[in-house]
């Protein structure tokens, strides 16, 4: 097998006295898609946040690609070929749909037309292109998720880092969602997502890693960890002889 | 959008196309002023690159302005060399200038107001600097000598009213389109994403302290130029009237009060700015009070900002865009 794509060497993070990440070690295949859950305050978006280069480990090392990328600035990791989208979206609010999509394009042409229809094929695949010379304050919510996804993929990454982007979308808009996430998947592209809703990640997901605490409690397909006594007390919040 | 990329083009080329045939009829006082309003539309559009386009408020552009002038009259004045020559060494300074202040904003996360308060910081310490350097004339300035009756314009940059009229006309004009062309280059969206959201920006590969830098470096050269041509318009250069705060208000309202971001924005924001100082300039002289035009831009901000936040120019796009549907 060849050498992981992303690997997350002994990673810790305080905020003070707290640890939100310890110690956490990780490593990703190219390809598939692969669930990052765990309780809230169990480290994911802190997670995300120094893959992406938002914030510095206290200690530890993020490789990516067999390169240390750690304490990059964020546009540097992003043009390696690792994209995110936040938690809370963050549109552009003055650049029109099309034009919010444009800008991660802008890191590998300098040419307006290209990524004018880079930008276009990602909100093709994300079903925004009916939208595209829409002012951004007039999406709603799960168009706004979908303009996050749009703007990640016109980076042209290796690496997607999902944080919650199915979060508020209803069953029906999820699923459409997790469709475009299995396409991606099956191109090449290595998908790493934080997810609540068990019946999503059950779904997308080919691989669920359950942090807890800031370290990984469990790691393996969706229908190992949902068996996991672990995960079962600590996430699942049901002990296994609970009638379902 | 298009109604207004539409009303813009049409509105501009009208109004710059009519300004440049109007001259041989416009009266001294009438040419005088629209001097400066287009003097200070130019400024403006520089203030806007910086601050409308990419998010840094910045209040010391007096500081760039008086760089230009100074490099441009101290060449002329003292070394007698032409003041073309001077351009190529104060807007070259005024733009490491602004690059230095734009690099220490960033280094240490100096943002929004406070990004502000340490370009008046500069833009205040040099001017303290230049009032007590006597090789630049200390507090009493330096003054051009007479202009010689073979005088050539642009040779020597200096003439006639209709002279600078032309030369102001020409920035304002240049400069406008300037920017309309920068908001549809790759780095009018980079400059814009960066100032709608820094972090969601550099998320997606934007060069934030790249493109930041280069920002305050173009709208300070610009500013130098404008200041340039001012400094020989007055015929005369001090630091207390071209480093301090007030000319740096006064380059700023203009675009403010138009619309920031805006392409037209700071050419309506100079046709109301400008002679509203003249104005309040007048009556307080009149009056016997000094700094009335201070109180005219202050109220006229109060109220403008009151009711339309956005600025001018985007209230007559909207405005002119319902008439349409009307119709």
Known sequence: MSAPLLQLLGISRRFGGVAALDGLDLDLPQGGITALVGPNGAGKTTC???????????????????????????????????????????????????????????????????????????????????????????????????????????TRPRLLLLDEVMAGLRPT???????????????????????????????????????????????????????????????????????? | MQVDRRLGWIAGAALF??????????DGFTMSLLTLVFLFAWFGQA???????????????????????????????????????????????????????????????????????????????????????????????????AL????????????????????????????????????????GYLWRALRDDEAAARALGVRAPLHKILACAISAAMTALGGALYAHLNGVIFPDSMMGMALSIQIIIGPILGGLGTVFGPLVGALVVVPLGEISGTLGQSLGISGMNSIGYGLALILLIGLLPGGLWPAIVAGVQSLWRRR
Not at chain 1, 77 to 99: H, K
Not at chain 2, 17 to 26: F, S, T, V
Request: net charge positive; hydrophobic share 55%.
């Open chain 1, 48 to 154: 995300f946040s120094i893959i992406a280069g938002a914030l510095s480990p206290t200690s530890g090392q993020v490789k990516f690609a067999g390169e240390t990328i750690t304490g990059l600035p964020p546009e540097s990791v992003c043009r390696r070929g690792i994209a995110r989208t936040f938690q809370v979206v963050r549109p552009m609010r003055d650049l029109s749909v099309l034009e919010n999509a444009m800008i991660g394009a802008f890191g590998w042409t300098r040419h307006v037309a290209t990524a004018r229809l880079a930008a276009a094929d990602a909100l093709a695949m994300v079903g925004l292109t009916a939208k595209a010379n829409a002012a951004v304050g007039h999406l709603t919510l799960p168009d706004r998720k979908m303009l996050e996804l749009a703007r990640a993929l016109s």
């Open chain 1, 173 to 244: 808009e999820a699923d459409a969602v997790v469709a475009v996430l299995r396409r991606l998947a099956a191109g090449g592209l290595t998908i790493l997502l934080v997810e609540h809703v068990m019946r999503i990640v059950m779904q997308a997901a080919t691989r669920v890693v359950v942090l807890h605490h800031g370290a990984l409690i469990a790691d393996g397909t969706p229908a190992q960890v949902v068996q996991d006594p672990r995960v079962i007390e600590s996430y699942l919040g049901a002990s296994p002889t609970d009638p379902p």
């Open chain 2, 17 to 26: 196309a009519g300004c440049a045939i109007a001259a041989p009829w416009l």
């Open chain 2, 47 to 145: 203030s806007n690159l910086a601050m409308g386009f990419t998010g840094q408020l910045s209040l010391g552009h007096a500081l760039f302005a008086g760089l230009g002038g100074y490099a441009v009259v101290i060449i002329t004045t003292r070394y007698g060399l032409s003041p073309w020559f001077g351009l190529l060494i104060g807007m070259p300074i005024a733009a490491a200038a602004g690059a230095a202040i734009g690099w220490l904003a960033f280094r240490f996360g100096v943002r929004d107001v406070y990004f502000a308060l340490l370009a008046i910081a500069v833009a205040e310490m040099m001017r303290v600097i230049f009032s007590n350097w006597n090789f630049v004339g200390g507090t009493g300035g330096i003054f051009l000598p």
């Open chain 2, 148 to 187: 010689s009756p073979t005088n050539e314009p642009l040779r020597t940059l200096r003439g006639g009213a209709l002279f600078y009229y032309a030369a102001a006309l020409f920035l304002a004009t240049a400069g406008t389109a300037l920017l309309a062309w920068l908001r549809g280059a790759r780095i």
